[in-house]
């Protein structure tokens, strides 16, 4: 049985193909036409996805959307009708996505296939549903508590669940205007990050601020009841595009989040590129905070609902890797499975696998334990590029290479490592990454000024053998897809200081050898050479989505100050680097 699961006409379109409950290719649409955070119809990833399960569209039995204008129709109306100005952008807005709605036409004009001859059984999953489904039942677990936040989809920004068997039981949802997705963006916007996606970023500003301003936050966002509730007067009316707005070319727009109230509260609005004052890191260190506590606050409440030690969560604000590593210490959940596309990409899997188990009744046996989901390239196809792109290089065997690669990062130099199958989700994690030595101090800003090109507070993330990980941090849950902030233990901190950010923390992925052999050895290597078993990890890119094919891998190293290429069993060593 083949079901192709989507996300579209929605920020980070994506598909998803699941086989028989397996998810055997999945991808996002900005991997293959590197426009990023693509909010159109992903038409390349729906082609790739046929393509890997070596199907034509009509194999496929079921089609399944992360998206239904449908859900929660009447508290839309009520909202509506309480904002009579807005009644007519609401009445377009669902006239256009009724349009949009069309999956025959849409996968019939893709595929350039009659959408009449095309068989299929279609259906619409609710957005956070859809969330909740795609960790739920990625996870090993036959019964969970299942959590869903983010900005908004289909009018919720926040929804609990008892996940048991096939079933996933809805407890209870937030409605917008509520949204802590959208109290982030909000701050985040106001300090200067106006392009969606720009959170993570300020979540990794906020260690340099102080409490200045956290009794003034704590005012914006209230949770009482197990709940929150904003004061909408900090905010801009909620538009009919519900803060968000997909362009004709899939561009995403974020509409402002924040009101005059704000501007009279903390002065003028941060222009994006200005400066980054004091101010603007007390707010963004007031604005995690308060995240934090209404978090923690709503997983109480869901605890004492669904009293069990597991959660599976998902949603925009699952990305938040620090609250992600606090909930341990902080809530009675023990164990948390989060799966690597968090995002909204990750409702491509999250319909397909929830039509599967909880529509069709079949049974649960799929565990997803690795992200390596999307598309490889043979060892002629890389050589092919290589020669094209007139660039010297030689063939290893695998454990030369691995030698070859750890001396190199010994000795400081900057490693592309490209290889096997692409990873799921917005994280490098090993197969699509950059590496380098952890513990050079000067070593964070080399990679900004030679190849990244952020912002100079932004960390980067440790790989660790996981083995170690108790000996080198101050947990020990895993995690494998790079989505938990933890303490570097004291005595660490100068072996791993480039990877060891303002507050003595990693965000940190923990490799096993079943996961990622490849990855696994090439640490495990560095380790022999240098005690050390972990390795400073970014993504392969250069303010673009991370790269896919060895072409965007050599041109990437290429352009970049980048010493040395690992690209399959291949080596490039640029002339001035000493092999």
Request: glycine share 6%; hydrophobic share 40%; with cysteine.
């Amino acid at each position: 049985m083949l079901i192709l699961g989507l996300n579209m006409f929605h920020a980070d379109a994506s598909a998803a193909i699941v086989q028989d409950g397996e998810v055997v290719f999945a991808i996002a649409e900005e991997r293959l036409n590197r426009h990023k955070h693509f909010g159109g119809f992903p038409a390349l990833a729906v082609k790739a996805c046929l393509d890997a399960a070596g199907a034509r569209i009509s194999d496929v039995n079921h089609v399944a959307v992360g998206q239904d204008s449908d859900a929660n129709l009447a508290k839309k109306v009520q909202y509506a009708l309480a904002n009579p100005s807005k009644i007519l952008n609401f009445i377009r807005l669902r006239q256009r996505k009724q349009a949009m709605r069309d999956v025959r036409l849409l996968l019939g004009k893709a595929l350039e296939v009659e959408p009449s001859q095309l068989r299929f059984l279609e259906h619409h999953l609710e957005h956070h549903i859809a969330h909740i489904a795609s960790a739920y039942y990625c996870s090993p677990w036959e019964k969970a508590a299942g959590f869903s936040y983010d900005g908004s989809g289909d009018f919720v920004s926040t929804m609990m669940a008892r996940c048991e068997g096939n079933d996933i039981e809805v407890l209870d949802r937030v409605f917008l205007p509520h949204s802590l997705g959208s109290f982030y963006t909000m701050i985040c916007e106001f300090i200067g990050y106006t392009k969606y996606g720009d959170e993570g970023k300020v979540m990794g500003l906020a260690p340099y601020g102080k409490d200045t301003y956290c009794s003034e936050i704590t005012k914006i966002v209230a949770a009482r009841n197990g709940g929150f509730q904003l004061d909408l007067s900090y905010f801009k009316p909620l538009g009919s595009n519900q803060g968000m707005q997909v362009l004709p070319d899939g561009t995403v727009r974020l509409a402002r989040h924040f009101s005059e109230r704000i501007e009279k509260l903390f002065g003028e609005p941060r222009r994006p590129h200005a400066e980054i004052t004091q101010r603007d890191m007390d707010l963004a260190f007031a604005l995690q905070h308060r995240f934090e506590e209404v978090f923690f606050h709503l997983l109480d409440r869901l605890h004492q609902t669904v009293p069990c030690d597991d959660l599976a969560m998902a949603g925009g604000c699952a990305l938040n890797s620090v609250a992600n590593g606090k909930l341990f210490d902080c809530t009675p959940f023990r164990r948390t499975y989060i799966q690597p596309a968090a995002g909204d990409e990750g409702l491509a899997i999250g319909a397909a696998l929830h039509t599967y188990h909880s529509v069709l009744k079949q049974p649960r046996r799929h565990e997803l334990k690795n992200s390596y989901l999307g598309p490889e390239f043979s060892e002629s196809r890389i050589e092919s590029a290589l020669k094209s792109a007139g660039v010297e290089h030689r063939k290893l065997e695998r454990e030369p290479l691995l030698s070859a690669v750890a001396d190199q990062i010994a000795a400081g130099n900057v490693i592309g490592w490209f290889q096997g199958r692409m990873e799921w989700g917005p994280r490098a994690l090993g197969n699509r990454s950059i590496v380098a030595h952890p513990g050079l101090p000067n070593m964070k800003d080399v990679l900004n000024a030679r190849i990244k090109h952020r912002e100079w507070f932004r960390p980067f993330a440790p790989s660790i053998l996981t083995d170690y990980q108790h000996e080198y941090f101050e947990h020990d849950h895993p995690s494998p897809f790079m989505l938990h902030v933890y303490k570097i233990r004291p005595e660490k901190r100068k072996e791993l200081c480039a990877v060891n950010h303002v507050d003595d923390t990693g965000r940190l992925q923990t490799v096993t050898r079943e996961e990622n052999p490849m990855y696994y050895d090439l640490i495990a290597a560095f380790h022999r050479k240098t005690g050390i078993p972990v390795l400073l990890n970014t993504s392969f890119n250069e303010n673009e989505p991370i790269v896919c094919t060895p072409e965007e891998a050599i041109d990437c190293f290429q352009r970049t100050r980048m010493d040395v290429l690992a690209i399959g069993l291949f080596l490039v060593v640029k002339p001035q680097v000493q092999s």
